[in-house]
């Protein structure tokens, strides 16, 4: 089994334990729709996933992704359009969300995520999950690009307050600094009064 998808399951494993049916879910880049599918199994037919992409390549991928699991695609609005704009389309509290950040697999490698929008996006995400609401972020510093901006999204969640957020990040340890890594983030639930 490749890296990419071991780097994907252990991103799934940790959004699945928070994610329930009927929930809503963000997925950041939805590229060939790998991510999209998996949140639109775990929120259900009474759930939402808003997907986003800019690439049309992208979502016309996800969408035969979802047609094909049994019409998926009714409980995700596919948007294309970029995460920075994330609070354009959601207002209301969401569970779960992944950013797996780089270049579309298959598609025009140099169409990228870009920090300064994915440093938005992630801001504005982690805002809108619920306590104990979670997110993860697949980095790739082996692309042009990709090790500025795995560096600023680590700095920046390095600055969330701990009392608020559990960030944890993984690295593959044995591979070149090249290879992905992934954050994992959980909004920490608020204590009751009493
Ligand atoms: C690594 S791929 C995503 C893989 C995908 N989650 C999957 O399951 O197949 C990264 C995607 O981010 C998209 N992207 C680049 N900039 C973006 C932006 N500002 N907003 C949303 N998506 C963006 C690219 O078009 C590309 O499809």
Redesign the pocket.
């Known amino acids: 089994m490749s890296n990419w998808f071991t780097v ?1 399951r252990i991103g799934h494993e940790f959004l699945g334990e928070v994610l329930s049916q009927g929930d809503a879910a963000i ?11 998996f949140l639109a199994q775990r929120v259900g037919p009474q759930g939402k996933v808003y997907a ?4 049309e390549q ?1 979502v016309q991928r ?1 969408r035969e992704r979802l047609v094909s699991h049994g019409s998926l695609d009714q409980r995700v609005e596919l948007i294309q ?4 704009n994330v609070r354009r389309y959601i207002e209301h509290p969401i569970r779960a969300a ?1 950013y ?6 298959g ?1 025009n490698h140099e ?4 920090t300064q ?2 440093l938005r ?1 992630v801001e504005d995400t982690l805002d809108l999950l619920v306590s104990g609401g979670r997110m993860v972020i ?1 980095v ?1 510093p082996g692309h042009p690009g990709g090790k500025l901006e795995q560096e600023s999204v680590e700095y920046m969640v390095s600055k969330l307050n701990p009392l608020k957020f559990k960030v944890l990040k993984m690295t593959l340890i044995n591979r070149p600094p090249s290879a992905p890594g992934v954050i994992f983030i959980e909004k920490v639930a608020e204590k009751s009064e009493n």
């Not at 986003?52 to 690439?55: G, L, M, N, R, V």
């Not at 797996?100 to 697999?105: A, H, K, R």
């Not at 169409?111 to 870009?114: D, L, V």
């Open positions: 994907a997925d950041g880049t939805m590229g060939n729709g790998h991510d999209t599918l986003f992409d800019i690439q992208a996800t359009d970029g995460h920075q992944i797996n950040l780089g270049y579309l697999p598609g169409i990228i995520t870009e929008t994915t996006a697949v790739y």
